[in-house]
């Protein structure tokens, strides 16, 4: 058994410990946010926090993540409360198709993190999930609101 903490929440899985930590989540913990893309970790569809740090879920082993903890997009507005990425997303009109959001909601979050002011070119290196749609300017401009509301280092 491998036991990890999912958006808080302990949770234990018997599975192989070499499986991607993405299919334990949508598979056999039925959390769904993180997407499967491409399964290289290229285009960060399936990225999540491990102990706070953003991952590519697709290639990070299960074992990996045993005893830390894992947030999801799920995780990231207990109570219904939308964290302030969320809300800047919703009013920049961010997603498209929607299909990368959730981890490019959460690689903005560990970005705002480590810098809660960051520049566009701290952006451009720190934002790699690729958006099929092209969002990429409102997602430059969602994450300046999120950071100018000074609540966004979740």
């Not at 999912?6 to 991607?20: I, L």
């Not at 299909?99 to 490019?104: R, T």
Request: glycine share 10%; proline share 6%; aromatic share 4%.
């Amino acid at each position: 058994m491998i036991q990890l903490t999912v958006n808080g929440r302990s949770r234990e899985v018997d599975v192989e410990p070499e499986m991607p930590l993405l299919w334990v989540l949508r598979d056999e913990l039925d959390v769904k946010g993180p997407k499967f893309g491409c399964g290289i970790a290229q285009c960060g569809a399936c990225t999540v926090h491990v102990n706070g740090e953003p991952v590519r879920s697709c290639s990070f082993p299960v074992s990996a993540a045993a005893g830390k903890r894992v947030l999801t997009l799920e995780g990231l507005a207990p109570g219904g409360r939308l964290h302030p990425v969320q809300q800047a997303w919703i009013e920049h009109q961010v997603p498209q198709c929607g299909y990368c959001q959730g981890g490019q909601i959460l690689a903005a979050v560990a970005l705002l993190r480590k810098k809660p002011n960051p520049t566009d070119k701290d952006i451009d290196e720190a934002m790699t999930n690729i958006c099929r749609c092209g969002t990429y300017a409102r997602i430059r401009t969602a994450i300046h609101a999120a950071a100018k509301s000074g609540k966004a280092r979740a």
